[in-house]
Nanobody, 130 residues
Framework: QLQLVESGGGLVQPGGSLRLSCAVS????????IGWFRQAPGKEREGVSC???????????YYADSVKGRFTISRDSAKNTVYLQMNSLKPEDTAVYFC????????????????????WGQGTQVTVSP
């Protein structure tokens, strides 16, 4: 059974950094997209950064405009873990951050849209405040 476990959230001052981790287990998909999403109070869940992974390659990453140049998604295949390095954090980055996975199809586009993702972790809280 596929499991996603996020960690690394916390309280940080504006301008600070955090690194989120998503430990993946039970994944049997040959080609999939995995990404980070966030949901602030009273707002819809939004895609932050996603990347496609197959048995032979890693695709280009997607970043939401609001995080481009500040956040970086990466993967450690040996640890089955995907990271989100978040720098220059702003108060508007405050949210619960979720890791999500969806199956992808060769030759078809994939997107970082929450409603297209089938598997989710429990989330980790990120609070950016003085």
């Amino acid at each position: 059974q596929l499991q996603l476990v996020e960690s690394g959230g916390g309280l940080v001052q504006p301008g600070g950094s955090l690194r989120l981790s998503c430990a993946v287990s039970g994944l049997t998909l040959d080609y999939y997209a995995i990404g980070w999403f966030r949901q602030a109070p009273g707002k819809e869940r939004e895609g932050v950064s996603c990347i496609s992974i197959s048995s032979s390659s890693i695709g280009s990453a997607y970043y939401a405009d609001s995080v481009k140049g500040r956040f970086t998604i990466s993967r450690d295949s040996a640890k089955n873990t995907v990271y989100l390095q978040m720098n220059s954090l702003k108060p508007e980055d405050t949210a619960v951050y979720f890791c999500g996975v969806r199956a992808a199809t060769y030759g078809s586009d994939w997107y970082c849209r929450p409603y297209e993702y089938e598997y989710w972790g429990q989330g980790t809280q990120v609070t950016v405040s003085p």
